[in-house]
Every structure is written in structure tokens, then in C-alpha cells.
């Protein structure tokens, strides 16, 4: 362990003036690191100052180093500076950055951490001789996929572009869509090991500063090897855990995070990760799509009915059958009794375990589905769930009454537009399942209470998370236009409860009314 303890004290050093010293210790931290370029080399065409130049192969732009660094410094007249030696240091740096280097994104870094850190995240060094300045030159080029359209929120109407694994990708995605000078954008990082780059978004006019304090001391304090997705960011960032529902939002639509950012919310973009973050979050916004707000307002408002009714189905539509065909027959009429009960006979199991099968057997043509590729994925659902299915109806392991109920529900929950809620109603219909087949109606009424009390004492950044359901303010009753229905645009006039008190007018009043 001494040796390893030896290192990270020399990374925590300083750039020295002696170059042959810098070399000597870069090639000891990057042993055995054959995916590094490294190049000594004497500038000028009199070769009178001598350099050193280090990047990763792979994450810079090597065509560009050539044209733009290398060749430069090879064929230009680099002159003798004058005066003692740290002013003719500092002059030869500041005239090689100015005069020679045909690059405009450039810095200065002293610390050797920076300089390994930044090497490594694709950028170039460039020692100098007699210098303890080493400039940072700006050459990353990360191997990634193309914008392509989002495969997890799919809209009928509006922008088809989504987010990639690139940073920079995703925030000019974003920048594209706001050109306002308001819209701040702070790089952090985090993880020790991977040093993954984080952006911090947030309109400076409109969002609220706690929350803004607040996310910012959270990320300071976030300690692990590695960030790889932003999945993994998200559960280091939440404070309460023991929840299934998120209080983050994430998306991989650029529409959907630029409006989100209009109503003072706060983004975080991480690096490798084709999701990114919205937070504050309340239950209402996981039901929103963002062909919401280009549709018409009846056909929006209609969706979000049946998007709030098909969570209910999701949630607790087989304890109800569980709960009435076990202990409350009598709640039905005779004739669907009947029915039931023709369904049922020959059914070796009782409805709790009927129930029970077909339900896990979805879960796992679900999790088949996913994990199989493509085309594939979607055959093995269809036809798994078909086959499945009318096989153990004909078998009489289950009714078809129970394959209709699961399979209705399966429905409902793939109408939900977030996946993060959708997991959360998954497992709670487990939950609804065992208390309804232990105390039946009563049982399924108690676990609606104790959900309603969860979600009642829930928030995300302060603001309540069943917000406007359980706030009494004038910022309810506008939070109302666009809740359960959505109402036309020209009367949502103020933003959200995310904004800062005073920058909540969005649209003023027209001549016309509108």
C-alpha cells in the first residue's frame, strides 16, 4: 500500500520547472497505460525550447493536434525571451499560447492532479521547458452514437430528437432550444475514481435559490468510485430512500427538460448517461408526456384521464378481484357471480395464487422482453403472453377471468409515460395483492390510506410531492390548470410553484383577452 500512497502524493503535486522531471513522473503515474501519446519534441524552427506533449488515444482529436499544435510549433520562430528567468518563462508560455498555438479554447493549469485528470478526460497537455505552467489544451473527441429519436417517450407529435451519452451534446440540445444568457450551465464533477463530468442547468431569473443551495451542497457531498449513469447520481442525491417513488424526473427528451427549465426547475446533465435529471418533482409531472402541450387541450386533458385511471387499474385492480371473489361475492351481481364461478370451476389454486402466477408470469415476459434484443424483444412478448396465457386456460391452472384482470392491468401500467413511476405501481400491486388476500376489502381500503399518508408526507426539494392536491394558496388554483386536464394554453399565465416568488407571470394578457 506504500507505494500506491507514494503515488497520489506525487499527483497532488505541483508542475515543475524542470521538464525531464514532469516526463519522469507522468510515465510513472501512467504505467502500463498504453493507450497514451506521448511526444518530446524541440520547438521552433531553431529548436531552442523544448516541450512535451500528452493525450489519450481515442478521446482527442489527433488530426486536429497536428494541424493545429504540432505543426505550429515545429515551423514557427519561437524567439529568445529576456529578463530573468521566471519573467522569461511566463513570456514564453504567454507568447506560445498567443502566437503560436492555432487553438482558441486554452488554459493554464499548475496542479499535477489537473493535469492527469484533465489528460485522461480527453484533453491535451503541453509542458514547456523551465515553465511550471502547463497548458491545457481543449481536444476531446469521446467515441458516441448520433442523435437519435428517444425510445422511452415516444411522441405522436413534436421535436423526435433525444439525448446522447455526451455531455456537450446534450447541453447544446438544451442551449439550442433557450437562447437566453439567463440560462446558466455550472460543470462539476463526481465520483473519485471516474471523475464524471456533471452539468448544472438552471434559468438564473427564475430558479429558486434553496433548492439551488440545496442540490449544490448535496453534489459536494456525494463520495463514490464512480458515476456512470445518472441512475446511480440520482440515488446518492435523494434524501428520503425508503420510497418506490421517485422524486427525481428523468427524461430523454430535450423539449420536455427545456420546458422544465422555463418554469425554474433545476437539470443535471451527467456525462455517459442518455437521461438526465429534473428536479424539483411532483406525482402530477409523471403523468405529463410533452405531446401534452402540442396537442389540442381536449385531446391532452382526455389522455391524462385515462393516464390517472389507468394508475389506479395498475395499482389495485387485481387485489379488488382477489379481495371481492374471496371474502365479498355478495357486492356482485348474481349473474357476474355466476360467471366467476363457471370461470373458476376445475381451477385447482385459490384466486390469491391464480392471481399470483399470471402476474409474476408477466413480470417475466416483461423482463424478457427488455433484456432481448430488438425485434425480438417485442415477439417474445406477444406471442409469449398469448401462448402462455390460452395454455393455462386450457390446462385449468388459471380463468380466463384472471387473464383478462392481468392483463388489463399490464395495459394500464404501459400507459403510464415515465418507467420510474411505472416500477414504483409494479410493486405496490404486490403489496395491494397481499393485503387483500389476508383482509379483503378492508384491507384494500387500509393499504390506499397508508399510500395517500406515504405520498402526503413526501417532497422533493421542499415542495410537497401531491402539490396542488394537498397546498391551499393561489398557487394551487393555478397549479390546477394544468393538473388533471390541461387546460388552453393563454390561460396558464403564471408558472408552476418551482419558480422563484416574483418571476411566476409567463404570459401577459393580450388586447384580444388572450
Not at 132 to 138: G, T, Y
Not at 338 to 354: C, D, K, T, Y
Not at 379 to 395: K, S, W
Not at 462 to 471: A, R
Request: glycine share 6%.
Amino acid at each position: 500500500m506504500d507505494q500506491f500512497h507514494e503515488r497520489d502524493q506525487k499527483v497532488k503535486g505541483e508542475v515543475s520547472r524542470q521538464l525531464s522531471k514532469n516526463i519522469f513522473l507522468l510515465k510513472e503515474i501512467f504505467a502500463h497505460c498504453d493507450d497514451l501519446v506521448w511526444k518530446e519534441f524541440d520547438c521552433g524552427r531553431e529548436k531552442n525550447v523544448r516541450a512535451f506533449l500528452i493525450y489519450t488515444d481515442g478521446l482527442a482529436k489527433s488530426d486536429m493536434l497536428e494541424e493545429s499544435i504540432i505543426r505550429p510549433l515545429l515551423s514557427r520562430i519561437i524567439p529568445n525571451m529576456e529578463g530573468n528567468p521566471i519573467e522569461r518563462e511566463n513570456q514564453l508560455v504567454s507568447y506560445i499560447e498567443k502566437e503560436v498555438l492555432e487553438m482558441a479554447d486554452m488554459k493554464e493549469v499548475t496542479a499535477m492532479e489537473d493535469v492527469v485528470t484533465q489528460v485522461l478526460a480527453g484533453n491535451t497537455i503541453l509542458m514547456v521547458q523551465g515553465s511550471c505552467r502547463a497548458i491545457l489544451i481543449s481536444s476531446k473527441d469521446f467515441p458516441t452514437r448520433g442523435v437519435q429519436t428517444a425510445d422511452s417517450e415516444i411522441a405522436v407529435r413534436g421535436p423526435k430528437d433525444s439525448f446522447t451519452e455526451g455531455l456537450r451534446t446534450n447541453t447544446a440540445l438544451i442551449r439550442r432550444r433557450i437562447r437566453d444568457s439567463r440560462l446558466k450551465v455550472e460543470q462539476k464533477t463526481a465520483g473519485e475514481r471516474s471523475k464524471t463530468d456533471i452539468a448544472l442547468m438552471y434559468m438564473e431569473d427564475l430558479v429558486r435559490t434553496e433548492i439551488l443551495q440545496e442540490i449544490k451542497e448535496r453534489l459536494s457531498e456525494v463520495s463514490m468510485d464512480g458515476i456512470l449513469d445518472s441512475g446511480m447520481l440520482e440515488q446518492l442525491l435523494e434524501k428520503d430512500w425508503k420510497t418506490p417513488f421517485p422524486v427525481f424526473q428523468h427524461t430523454q427528451r430535450p423539449d420536455k427538460t427545456a420546458s422544465a427549465l422555463l418554469e425554474g426547475r433545476i437539470v443535471l446533465v451527467v456525462d455517459n448517461s442518455p437521461d438526465v435529471l429534473i428536479l424539483p418533482a411532483t406525482f402530477q409531472t409523471f403523468f405529463q408526456a410533452s405531446d401534452d402541450y402540442y396537442s389540442r387541450w381536449e385531446t391532452a386533458s382526455f389522455a391524462r384521464i385515462l393516464r390517472y385511471g389507468a394508475a389506479f387499474l395498475a395499482i389495485g385492480l387485481p387485489a379488488f378481484y382477489v379481495a371481492v371473489a374471496n371474502f365479498h361475492t355478495e357486492v356482485l351481481p348474481t349473474s357476474l357471480v355466476l360467471a366467476f364461478a363457471e370461470a373458476r370451476n376445475g381451477i385447482p389454486f385459490p384466486v390469491v395464487i391464480e392471481v399470483l402466477l399470471m402476474e409474476l408470469e408477466f413480470e417475466l415476459l416483461r423482463e424478457a422482453g427488455i433484456r432481448l434484443p430488438g425485434q425480438l424483444g417485442a415477439t417474445i412478448g406477444i406471442v409469449g403472453g398469448l401462448i402462455v396465457g390460452q395454455a393455462a386456460v386450457e390446462a385449468g391452472i388459471v380463468s380466463t377471468i384472471v387473464v383478462i384482470i392481468v392483463s388489463l392491468t399490464a395495459i394500464a401500467s404501459f400507459s403510464i409515460p415515465n418507467e420510474t413511476m411505472t416500477a414504483a405501481f409494479r410493486l405496490l400491486k404486490f403489496a395491494f395483492l397481499f393485503m387483500a388476500s389476508i383482509w379483503g376489502i378492508y384491507g384494500f381500503f387500509i393499504m390506499w390510506i397508508f399510500l395517500a399518508v406515504h405520498l402526503c408526507n413526501l417532497e422533493s426539494f421542499g415542495v410537497p410531492y401531491l402539490f396542488p392536491t394537498v397546498s391551499v394558496n393561489d398557487s394551487n388554483r393555478e397549479a390546477h390548470k394544468d393538473y388533471h386536464f390541461r387546460l388552453p394554453l393563454f390561460l396558464m399565465r403564471k408558472r408552476p410553484v418551482f419558480t422563484r416568488e416574483g418571476a411566476r407571470i409567463r404570459r401577459r394578457e393580450t388586447k384580444n383577452g388572450k
